[in-house]
């Protein structure tokens, strides 16, 4: 079982991505609803995939991503950044924060899905 | 005097900061939003393979990928009217068929009313053709179209006729 971590503040966001994800069997889903929780869910569970929203409360995923990546324990672990904003700036945002892809929404299950498993290809 | 030019100059950028937050609230929310209405409707959709559920299914994954269409066109706007759109210029491959600084593309549609052409470039605007109302739109595509056309020092042009067709080009700088 490969574990993928779901970061949002949105519990439907949250439903929708462990919806799509159980179409995969050997996925196990686990979420967290803001980045300071993901941080505290990836040292504990270590996920191989952590899907992380932008825009959350007391930690952003920007933060929650630079944590993960300057961490020698955690930067293994491969981070999606999810934004709501289609621009050039927040995909060198994401980059900066050593985000190893990205996504926008409104995202789709199949992509969710697609993008999980091309990042556990490169875990 | 000068005092009065500050307050205008703060009070500009107090509306600008309150614009540019707006846009960030709304295109987040509504993002979020149509990210669970597309997302479950898809999911369902490959479960509901007939019947009235599935062309109901149907229809609200129809109007959910409209509705992004709409909302990336409204942002797309506040951002070309705030300033906010940065356009990179990078040399591309283009196909042999493209050998000059002008574009150009014919359709044999319902055509523009003269009355109407100067128009159809401004933001929301539909021709009063009564088959348009058939077709579905929000009158900002030419608009953001111009708007980028011109945001790089290109223009952007209209020739038609009613119920003959249109033909819309456009020119770059040769020193792009």
Redesign the interface.
């Known amino acids: 079982m490969s574990k993928v971590l779901l970061v949002d503040d949105?519990p439907?966001?949250l439903a929708?991505g462990r919806?799509?994800l159980s179409r995969n069997p050997d996925y196990e889903t686990i979420v967290a609803r803001d980045g300071q929780e993901a941080l505290e869910i990836c040292a504990a569970e270590m996920p191989k995939v952590v899907f992380l929203d932008v825009?959350m409360p007391r930690k952003d995923g920007y933060a929650a991503c630079r944590e993960i990546k300057a961490d020698p324990a955690l930067a293994h672990i491969k981070v999606c950044v999810i934004t709501?904003?289609?621009q050039?700036?927040t995909l060198k945002e994401a980059t900066a924060a050593g985000a190893d892809a990205y996504m926008?929404?409104?995202?789709?299950?199949?992509e969710l899905l697609l993008k999980a498993e091309r990042l556990l290809a490169a875990a | 005097m000068t005092g009065v030019l500050i307050r205008d100059v703060i009070e500009e950028r107090d509306l600008e900061r309150r614009r540019d937050t707006f846009v960030s609230v709304a295109s987040h929310e509504l993002r979020t939003l149509v990210t669970t209405i597309l997302g479950f409707t898809e999911l369902l959709l490959d479960d509901v393979h007939e019947g009235d559920q599935r062309r109901w299914l149907e229809h609200v994954h129809e109007d959910s990928l409209r509705l992004t269409s709409i909302l990336d066109d409204m942002l797309d706007v506040s951002r070309i009217q705030s300033g906010r759109v940065k356009m990179t210029i990078e040399r591309v491959d283009v196909p042999d068929v493209i050998n000059d600084v002008i574009v150009g593309v014919t359709d044999q549609g319902l055509g523009i009313p003269s009355e109407e052409i100067d128009r159809v470039f401004d933001t929301f605007y539909r021709l009063k053709n009564e088959q348009t109302y058939e077709i579905r739109g929000t009158g900002l595509g030419l608009y953001i179209v111009k708007s980028l056309i011109e945001g790089i020092g290109g223009t952007l042009n209209v020739e038609s006729e009613a119920r003959v067709g249109s033909t819309f080009s456009f020119s770059m700088p040769e020193s792009l």
Do not use: C, G, V
Request: charged fraction near 20%.
């Open positions: 949105e439907k966001i929708l919806a799509a825009m709501a904003f289609a050039q700036s926008t929404k409104p995202f789709r299950p199949s």
